[in-house]
């Protein structure tokens, strides 16, 4: 039975491992002049972050733990669903979630290792979060977004030159809702398109990821299918922010704040020109962090509050899209409303 009780954001935290790391990891100074490296959909961030040992569970006590002391709660007693989206697992069987409740001290009832969200994880933890605490089975929630891919996976030795290594970035942002409160979320979808999960694989070698060898595994598109992914991409993100706005009546131009996974530049300036949203109001880290994918989101809403960028009653809407376009989200929420 519903309580009735709104889901509302109370903060944010985040977490970026290791000092900046230089383009000049990837590519030498001729090749980030070349054309293609000033191309929209291929321009490098100037730097981006690195894991080294840390494990997604430590990357989010190291994300939490200072929200918490800011907020005033321990996490004992006051999670009682953890939810995690990471993009690799530490341990591929038991994910991070009851890991990371462990670190901070607490025992969820609900913990839940998300892992098909990719960058549309948020909204799809927000409209999982709504569901559980409306139905009176939650009070409170910690969403937990990491992403640490690229010092584990791209910055691999044959990985470093591929058109993927040099834009991705590490980090990790987390939410704490709860039932009730001054920011409440006014609406959440999510799409799915199973049909397009396929076209984002692991290539690299003719072997099971699992099994032993020495290539290094890589993450492409399917080649065939560029064109369309692109077409894809350009489109998702703003029908699914449209779809939501409509569903909470409003206008896409009375979006306030739109943080969206951050892909690449040509995908963020195509969104927010469908949408009419100016590009003062589309935040984005891109040139100093890179694609943080899954925690795209939650990193630059926490640095947007700690800069006191968000103004009260703002309306701001998070959107995203997974993989190769399998699933898109978005979600709505007025600020300290």
Avoid at 11 to 28: H, Q, R
Avoid at 41 to 61: L, Y
Wanted: aromatic letters at 8%.
């Amino acid at each position: 039975m519903s309580t009735g009780i709104p889901l509302s954001i109370t903060d944010f935290g985040s977490y970026l491992p290791g000092p900046p790391v230089p383009a000049t990891f990837f590519f030498s100074e001729e090749e980030l002049a070349s054309p293609l490296g000033s191309n929209p959909m291929f321009k490098v961030p100037s730097t981006r972050h690195h894991v080294s040992d840390e494990r997604a569970a430590e990357m989010i006590a190291a994300a939490a733990r200072p929200m918490f002391e800011r907020i005033g709660l321990e996490p004992e007693g006051n999670v009682d669903l953890l939810i995690t989206n990471v993009m690799l697992p530490d341990h591929p069987i038991t994910g991070s979630g009851a890991e990371a409740a462990e670190l901070l001290g607490c025992r969820p009832e609900w913990i839940i290792d998300l892992h098909n969200g990719g960058c549309a994880s948020f909204g799809y933890m927000l409209k999982l979060a709504e569901k559980l605490i409306g139905s009176g089975a939650a009070r409170s929630a910690l969403l937990c977004n990491v992403q640490n891919g690229a010092g584990q996976f791209f910055s691999q030795p044959g990985m470093r030159k591929s058109p993927y290594a040099a834009v991705a970035g590490d980090g990790c942002g987390v939410a704490y809702v709860t039932a009730g409160g001054a920011s409440p979320l006014l609406g959440a979808i999510v799409n799915h398109a199973p049909e397009f999960a396929r076209d984002l694989k692991l290539s690299g070698t003719s072997r099971k990821y699992w099994e032993p060898g020495t290539e290094e595994l890589m993450v492409s598109f399917d080649q065939d299918k560029i064109g369309e992914l692109i077409t894809r991409g350009n489109r998702l993100v703003p029908e699914a922010v449209t779809d939501l706005c409509k569903q909470i009546g409003v206008s896409t131009e009375d979006i306030d704040v739109l943080i969206t996974n951050q892909p690449n530049k040509l995908f963020l300036q195509n969104w927010r020109q469908a949408l009419g949203v100016p590009a003062e109001r589309h935040f984005d880290n891109y040139d100093e962090l890179g694609n943080l994918y899954t925690a795209g989101v939650p990193v630059t809403m926490e640095r947007a509050i700690r800069a006191d960028a968000i103004a009260d009653g703002a309306l701001v809407v998070f959107a995203g899209f997974a993989h190769a376009g399998d699933m898109a989200s978005a979600a709505a929420v007025r600020w300290h409303g």
